[in-house]
């Protein structure tokens, strides 16, 4: 599981010369599936670049841009923590 308490939109241009943009519009706070984040990964060698856009209202979206070809887009809804119900004192 991993917490990810970032912005809306996270740019990371995966060469090293290059740098991270990050366009924050509004602070989330929202848990995901590690395994699930880290199958996201396997799409990176398609790409030099990843967008990673975050919202409280919506699934992340990972999307890896394909030059001259489209994209490769992954939606993750975040973890659902569910408040537990008071037990009345027996």
Do not use: C
């Amino acid at each position: 599981m991993v917490d990810i308490s970032y912005n809306v939109i996270y740019w990371l241009i995966l060469q090293p010369e290059e740098a991270t943009m990050i366009d924050m519009n509004e602070p989330v706070s929202l848990t995901f599936a590690l395994r699930y984040m880290n199958s996201f990964t396997k799409a990176t060698p398609l790409s030099n670049t990843v967008s990673i856009s975050l919202s409280n209202e919506l699934p992340v979206v990972v999307e890896y841009k394909i030059a001259e070809m489209g994209y490769v887009r992954f939606y993750l809804a975040p973890k659902i923590e569910e408040e537990e119900e008071e037990k009345p004192q027996v």
